[in-house]
Each structure stands twice: as structure tokens, then as C-alpha cells.
């Protein structure tokens, strides 16, 4: 059928694609950095680095849902997009870094402008992603 359109399943969602891409870079980051630095042995040690950015995660989710709710014109704010992506790497490492000195833990600065630097690359490279997928789905085909 010559200009159909692709389009997702019903029960598809780029939100809920997001999401997974964001736990996963914050595994990996943090999988990453403990063997990087020979820490990779302790299940207790990886969730003592993992938590806190694992919580500013669900803060970055938490703020993209406020900033979003109420929004008639569209969201905005959808979790899925690159502007989202910024704004979440930006929550997960702040409220993560802040856990961690509230926690006792380190938080020089070359580990923070790495930690940016892993976490927002991934994380957009994971929105680049979902939008190449997404422009596939859509586009006529032949």
C-alpha cells in the first residue's frame, strides 16, 4: 500500500521507553564507575552509589509530571523528548550529588562534571533514539 503510514501499537509508549533508557544509563553509570575504580565486588557497595542518583531520578520524573500537568496545549514537558532529557539529567545529578553529601559520600568536582557528562549523554542519546524510532514508525513506506 503505496504512502501508508506507520504508526505505533496502542500499548507502545515512548514515556515508558524513556524511563527504561534512564534506569538503565544510571546502572551503567554507576556499574561503570565502581569497576573503574576496582568497587565493582559489593551488591551492598553498587546500591550505596546507585540510590542517590537513583532518587534524583524519580525527582527529574516527578518535576517533568509537574511541569506537564494541567498543560491543554500539549505536553510540553513530555518525558520522552530532548528538552525533557536535559532537564532530567540536570534533576538526577543535583538531588543525586546532594544526597550523596547528605550521606557522607564524595562528591569532588570532576566526579560531578562526569557524572553530567555520562548521565546527559546517554540520556539524550537515548531520546535520539526514541525520536528516530518514532520518525521511522510514521514515515511513508512503500
Known sequence: MTGAVRVAKPGASPRWAAAVIDVVVVVAFVAIGRASHHHAE??????????????????GWVVLACLSAGRLDGPPW???TLRAG???TVVTVA???VLRVIAGQGTAVPFVAVSLGF???FVLAGRGFL????RRRLAPHG
Open 42 to 59: 559489593s551488591v551492598r557497595g553498587f546500591l550505596g552509589t546507585f540510590w542517590p542518583f537513583a532518587a534524583g531520578l524519580v525527582a
Open 86 to 88: 536535559v532537564a532530567i
Open 119 to 121: 548521565i546527559g549523554a
Open 95 to 97: 538531588v543525586g550529588m
Open 131 to 134: 525520536a528516530a524510532v518514532a
Open 78 to 80: 513530555a518525558p520522552e
